[in-house]
């Protein structure tokens, strides 16, 4: 077989299919040049946060049509979208708990959307004035402060602090021997 006739047996395969054409009257609209290194123009100059904001966004956008072109049912839509945010600030979270070595989310009684790296001061640190609801655990608490407490014992905070802090492992001298 000629090469002239390898290239006509495609068409041949092709013909009772539904086959592209070039409409020779439409004209591009604008032509964008890729190459950055062009004179007169320079590169964006893009943060690291803002460019991976940029592809988040992309991909929700992508998520969303790709979910909508498999079930027009918009109950099922926002289901899966829902779901697909779950994992929503986790990189976030990983980070602020590598910047903050000390403190963590149990100095907010567990609750990871309080400001517990600002644990010194604010109303949803364990003891605040404005604990997220359901996040009033006793025991949660008393664990942040490193306190804990009976079933049926009142709360007497204020003394469980002072023997805590009176019987602090630092402050007796065999704590100095063990480290030497």
Request: charged share 35%; proline share 4%.
């Amino acid at each position: 077989m000629s090469s002239e006739q390898n290239k006509l047996k495609p068409d041949a395969e092709l013909q009772n299919e539904e086959v592209l054409q070039r409409d020779e009257e439409q004209k591009p609209v604008e032509i964008i040049s890729l190459d950055i290194d062009e004179e007169g123009e320079a590169p964006l100059e893009l943060g690291a946060e803002t460019t991976l904001e940029l592809l988040q966004d992309a991909q929700e956008e992508n998520y969303s049509e790709e979910i909508a072109r498999h079930t027009d049912d918009a109950t099922i839509q926002e289901s899966l979208e829902a779901r697909q945010a779950l994992n929503t600030g986790s990189d976030e979270l990983h980070e602020r708990l590598d910047e903050h070595h000390a403190k963590s989310p149990s100095l907010s009684g567990g609750d990871v959307d309080a400001a517990w790296d600002d644990a010194n001061v604010g109303e949803e640190t364990a003891g605040g004035m404005a604990p997220t609801p359901d996040q009033d655990d006793v025991e949660e608490i008393g664990e942040a402060y490193g306190i804990e407490y009976e079933n049926d014992e009142p709360l007497r905070t204020g003394d469980k602090l002072a023997q805590r802090d009176d019987n602090r492992w630092e402050l007796n001298p065999e704590s100095a021997e063990e480290s030497a």
